[in-house]
């Protein structure tokens, strides 16, 4: 069975540049998320997707973050502009509706 | 919000000896505790988890227990091995798709030989 795929693994832009992030979720998943990880630190969920429709986006900072999942399936995150404080690894995940999460490699963004 | 806070973040242990890391989470109507392991560079995987209608589940070397009462859960590993070393994670979720995933801060434990 396919995983979870995101590119690209790693990103290193200067700050105010954009980026983006795509994923695409295991086969038949309704639940997407992407979730933040500081070096460091635990997962911190950036937005809930169940299938094209935005379930939770309270942590996601909007003046500088987007996300869509057209169709329902794959989706993209967006920074722009880029701060020093964005450098993480962003990490997409899938479930079945509420079940267990798959996480994909990640996408490792440097900020310089 | 649910909050969860995981202890202790560094673990240190000889192998063959036992691990246990502990979390409390505060929102009462939670109730999935996955725990993930994550290696390092490496993406996190599910290794165990317990719904609120259950105490104790266990899975060859790894067991996790839930106090609904006093909103702590904890996981335990026995006979540990040097590829346990990892990060483990803590994480709580509420009852239907409105609820999301909070982790904890990680524990990093590391097994000597």
């Known amino acids: 069975e396919a995983g979870v795929a995101q590119s690209p693994r790693y990103k290193i832009i200067e700050k105010r540049q954009s980026v983006a992030f795509w994923c695409n979720p295991i086969s038949g998943h309704a639940t997407l998320y992407w979730y933040q990880q500081i070096l460091g630190q635990g997962p911190k969920l950036l937005i809930q997707?169940?299938?094209?429709?935005?379930?939770?986006d309270s942590q996601l900072p909007k003046d500088r973050f987007s996300a869509e999942r057209l169709k329902g399936v794959d989706s993209t995150l967006k920074i722009q502009p880029a701060k020093l404080e964005d450098s993480a690894v962003y990490l997409c995940?899938?479930?079945?509706?509420?079940?267990?999460?798959?996480f994909g490699e990640g996408s490792r963004l440097t900020v310089l | 919000g649910e909050n969860v806070e995981q202890h202790p973040s560094t673990l240190s242990v000889q192998e063959g000896d036992s691990a246990v890391i502990k979390c409390t989470y505060s929102?009462?109507?939670?109730?999935?505790f996955p725990w993930y392991k994550q290696e390092l560079g490496k993406r996190p995987q599910l290794i165990i988890d317990?719904?609120?209608?259950?105490g104790e589940k266990k899975d060859q070397r790894i067991a996790v227990t839930l106090n609904k009462t006093a909103k702590h859960f904890s996981l335990h590993i026995t006979e540990t091995q040097p590829e346990d070393s990892a990060v483990y994670f803590c994480a709580a979720k509420r009852r239907g798709s409105q609820g999301n995933l909070i982790f904890g801060k990680g524990t990093k434990l590391s097994v000597k030989p």
């Open positions: 997707f169940q299938n094209n429709g935005v379930v939770d």
């Open positions: 929102d009462s109507a939670s109730n999935y």
């Open positions: 995940a899938s479930s079945f509706y509420t079940g267990e999460l798959f």
């Open positions: 317990i719904r609120s209608n259950v």
